[in-house]
């Protein structure tokens, strides 16, 4: 059996005032640690989308990023 044709990964592309998750990688050379931070989209563009955390900082994100965990509306 030989794969003809793939289906397109559906990308979900989140709306201003929507929740999404993403998963945070901090490495100091000898371990590796990931956290999940809840994040709200200020700005979507085309390919990308901006997304501030609860402190403050602002994130710039593609939709396929494979840090991306969930997308929730508010």
């Not at 005032?17 to 085309?46: A, S």
């Not at 402190?55 to 508010?74: A, Q």
């Amino acid at each position: 059996m030989k794969l003809i044709n793939k289906a397109a990964k559906k990308i979900v592309k989140p709306n201003i005032g929507d929740v999404v998750h993403l998963e945070m990688f901090y490495n100091d050379g000898r371990v590796i640690e990931t956290f999940v931070v809840k994040t709200n989209v200020v700005k979507v563009n085309r390919v990308t989308f901006d997304a501030k955390t609860e402190d403050g900082n602002v994130y710039r994100i593609k939709f396929n990023d494979p840090h991306i965990l969930s997308t929730k509306d508010v």
